[in-house]
């Protein structure tokens, strides 16, 4: 599970980290917004750099960005292992997976909620994974769109047929209650910034979101 670092308190950030990373958590969620393509705004890679610094957890970069093609590159450099853009914003997909590659990283493309699964028909051999958004991207706290687990299920027997070694992250209003029918429904990784940050007790809250303890 990929704890988002958006709800964690960015002024203990360091100490965060270590609880989250103590606890289990296997990759650090980083969103970054860009004013244009979602409402908000967040962080770039000066502070990925910054994180990188103090977590040994992979960092899993979400792009929700217009232009992410010049941004590769330093993410890249401020240590990042896996990018994810969003089909929505990126006219030139392949061209722009294949850079993330180049650059070391492992390729992702996310998809808005009503984004539909058949317009991945190309990108299988392209990616290493999916993020299939149960949120309208753009804050943290939102209520998982119950009609996502339809999508979800059906994303995963085309990935089982077309490749299977793709893994399925879904981001947005996870919590303990949905979880385990988000696991069964075909989701590899759990990405929750509310459900982790917000507890009172972390390591119960990702223990939880794993499916280690119910
Ligand atoms: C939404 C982000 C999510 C979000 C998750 O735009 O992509 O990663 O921060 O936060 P919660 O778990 O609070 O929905
Ligand atoms: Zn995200």
Redesign the pocket.
Do not use: E, I, R
């Given at each position: 599970m990929a704890p988002?670092l958006?709800?964690a308190d960015l002024t203990r950030l360091a100490e965060e980290l270590r609880e989250v990373e103590a606890a289990g958590a296997d990759l650090l969620?980083l969103?970054v917004m860009d004013g244009v393509f979602?409402p908000n705004l967040t962080f770039g890679p000066i502070l990925c750099e910054a994180v990188r610094r103090v977590t040994r957890l992979p960092l899993d970069a979400?792009l929700?960005v217009a232009h992410p093609e010049p941004l590769l590159a330093p993410f890249a450099e401020a240590g990042v292992q896996r990018l994810s853009v969003h089909l929505e914003a990126v006219p030139h997909l392949h061209r722009l997976l294949r850079r993330v590659q180049e650059l070391g990283m492992v390729p992702g493309v996310a998809l808005n909620p009503l984004t539909p699964v058949s317009l991945l028909d190309e990108v299988w051999p392209f990616v290493g994974f999916i993020v299939v958004?149960s949120?309208n991207?753009?804050?943290?706290?939102?209520g998982l769109i119950p009609e996502i687990l339809g999508k979800l299920a059906k994303l995963a027997s085309l990935r089982d047929q077309r490749a299977p070694a793709v893994e399925l992250v879904v981001?947005?209003?996870?919590t303990e209650q949905n979880a385990a029918a988000l696991r069964a429904a075909g989701a590899d990784i759990l990405?929750?910034?509310?459900?982790v940050f917000g507890a009172k007790d972390r390591p119960k809250a990702v223990a939880q979101l794993k499916g280690v303890v119910s």
């Open positions: 988002s958006l709800s969620h969103d979602v979400h929700m958004m949120v991207p753009g804050y943290g706290g939102q981001d947005g209003g996870v990405v929750a910034g509310t459900a």
